[in-house]
């Protein structure tokens, strides 16, 4: 069946794709047999990104680089999206489930007039169609949807497919079309930066850290940022400690907050939830803290300590200091 497979580039606004970026690649190449396209609308593109979505295995680059994409407003990239689109064809529009791209996806599909699978899990070639997998009812049942007609469009969970297989030297041919970029409706004002905690972002994160109920208050993730600073790890949270109001929702690992699949997740006061677990069972190595040796999350832990998180963290984080700063 003829037409590519497109993802959409979700970058770090400093001219790089997000790491997320090569789980959509990765995904739409094995679905489409290597028949993928990236398309890049940023008003500040790399040749490091550039080089970065061949490697990943994109065989063209849609390269729309104008300083009205940004800040990113859907009233602006949606019509020039779609105009590609009617003039390319594609079998398929992929974007990660980023802030931006929840967003726009949905509004391309409806201009399309064709149907979207959000925040699909897995996915299937049948014959010459596409199936989808998505989690329905809050997680508690997973749906298979599929389209009545192309171009199929998705949004991908992150964290949950795998990433592509780097192609050192593979390029991708880069074009720039021209489009109509539509004037924007809405007036930028201003822009507030959260203030860093200086630690990895959750989701992007080799080493994860997580606090739950155990931690006691909002006061105690202090250890664990130390902690995070000494290992480079961020530092997230259960639905009990957002709950409490002790982290904002951001911060949530599991089925109703982010899913991670960091190289080492370490769990501090956390009981290991199905929820939880949800978000995070697909960490290579796992690390439990819990006073409680019953507690469920050693049931998946690849190591345990068993003992109070106050004397634990502290004595963690000065043994990594230790062996670190030699
Ligand atoms: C529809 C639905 C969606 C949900 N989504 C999510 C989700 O996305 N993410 C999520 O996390 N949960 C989610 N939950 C909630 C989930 O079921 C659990 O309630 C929650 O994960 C429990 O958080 P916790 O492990 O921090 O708390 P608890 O289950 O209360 O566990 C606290 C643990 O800390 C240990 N502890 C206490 N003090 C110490 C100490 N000093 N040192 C060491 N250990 C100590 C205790 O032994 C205990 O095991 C969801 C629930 C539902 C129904």
């Given at each position: 069946m003829a037409g590519a497979f497109w993802c959409v580039v979700e970058d770090d606004r400093q001219g790089l794709p997000k790491k997320v970026m090569s789980e959509v690649i990765g995904e739409a190449s094995r679905l489409s047999g290597g028949q993928t396209e990236a398309v890049w609308i940023t008003d500040k593109a790399s040749e490091a990104g550039l080089k970065q979505l061949g490697e990943w295995g994109a065989t063209k680059v849609w390269l729309l680089e104008n300083a009205a994409f940004a800040p990113y407003r859907g009233e602006v990239w949606v019509p020039v999206l779609a105009e590609l689109v009617a003039k390319?064809?594609?079998?398929?529009?992929?974007?990660?489930?980023?802030?931006?791209?929840?967003?726009?996806?949905?509004?391309?599909?409806?201009?399309?007039?064709?149907?979207?699978?959000?925040?699909?899990?897995?996915?299937?070639?049948?014959?010459?169609?596409?199936?989808?997998?998505?989690?329905?009812?809050?997680?508690?049942?997973?749906?298979?949807?599929?389209?009545?007609?192309?171009?199929?469009?998705?949004?991908?969970?992150?964290?949950?497919?795998?990433?592509?297989?780097?192609?050192?030297?593979?390029?991708?041919?880069?074009?720039?079309?021209?489009?109509?970029?539509?004037?924007?409706?809405?007036?930028?004002?201003?822009?507030?930066?959260?203030?860093?905690?200086?630690?990895p972002e959750l989701t992007e994160a080799e080493t994860v850290i997580s606090g739950g109920r155990g931690m006691k208050g909002p006061e105690n993730y202090v250890i664990l940022e130390e902690l995070g600073r000494v290992i480079g790890a961020a530092v997230g949270a259960s639905r009990a400690a957002v709950d409490a109001g002790w982290?904002?929702?951001?911060?949530?690992?599991?089925?109703?907050?982010?899913?991670?699949?960091?190289?080492?997740?370490?769990?501090?006061?956390?009981?290991?939830?199905?929820?939880?677990?949800?978000?995070?069972?697909?960490?290579?190595?796992?690390?439990?803290?819990?006073?409680?040796?019953?507690?469920?999350?050693?049931?998946?832990?690849?190591?345990?300590?068993?003992?109070?998180?106050?004397?634990?963290?502290?004595e963690l984080t000065k043994e990594f200091k230790k062996l670190l700063e030699k």
């Open positions: 390319e064809s594609p079998r398929a529009i992929f974007g990660p489930v980023t802030s931006r791209q929840r967003e726009m996806i949905p509004r391309l599909a409806a201009k399309l007039g064709v149907g979207l699978s959000a925040d699909s899990v897995a996915f299937a070639m049948e014959g010459d169609t596409l199936v989808a997998t998505r989690p329905v009812y809050a997680g508690k049942l997973l749906s298979k949807v599929g389209w009545a007609k192309t171009p199929w469009i998705a949004t991908l969970r992150p964290n949950v497919f795998r990433p592509a297989d780097v192609q050192e030297g593979k390029t991708a041919q880069v074009e720039r079309p021209s489009v109509t970029i539509p004037p924007a409706a809405m007036k930028f004002a201003e822009r507030r930066e959260e203030v860093s905690t200086g630690l982290r904002p929702h951001r911060f949530q690992i599991g089925q109703t907050g982010r899913t991670i699949s960091p190289k080492l997740y370490l769990g501090f006061g956390v009981s290991g939830a199905i929820q939880h677990l949800a978000g995070m069972r697909t960490s290579k190595v796992i690390v439990a803290i819990n006073k409680d040796p019953e507690a469920p999350i050693f049931k998946i832990a690849d190591y345990g300590i068993v003992g109070d998180l106050f004397e634990v963290v502290p």
